[in-house]
Nanobody, 123 residues
């Protein structure tokens, strides 16, 4: 199982980025998928997670209304669209997947992890 996160970069405040999490070895549509981030000196936190059926979608309060999680089953990929980015969004972003998690956005509930992609929001 491999999860490949990509799409990070340097963006000015107010800008947008779309992160991608492409999977191999599993069918992502069968899995809960989450995006997590870790800023320097801080613990990794859940940003947005969706259950296998997309019936439960979670957004951290800090990103509600600005970030959107979505799936492209044909591409076996989950996206995180990030709009109105703020300097506080600067972090390494990770995607994760788990077959049994139901709506959780807690790190311990995710079994498969991708490598991180750096997002830097700065003028």
């Amino acid at each position: 199982v491999q999860l490949q996160a990509s799409g990070g970069g340097l963006v000015q405040p107010g800008g947008s980025l779309r992160l991608s999490c492409a999977a191999s070895g599993i069918t992502l549509d069968d899995y809960a998928v989450g995006w997590f981030r870790q800023a320097p000196g801080k613990e990794r936190e859940g940003v947005s997670c969706t259950s296998a059926s997309d019936s439960i979608i979670y957004y951290a309060d800090s990103v509600k209304g600005r970030f959107t999680i979505s799936r492209d089953n044909a591409r076996n990929t989950v996206y995180l669209q990030m709009n109105s980015l703020e300097p506080g969004d600067t972090a390494v972003y990770y995607c994760a997947a788990d077959l049994y998690t139901l709506g959780s956005c807690q790190l311990v509930d995710y079994n498969f992890w991708g490598q991180g992609t750096q997002v830097t929001v700065s003028s």
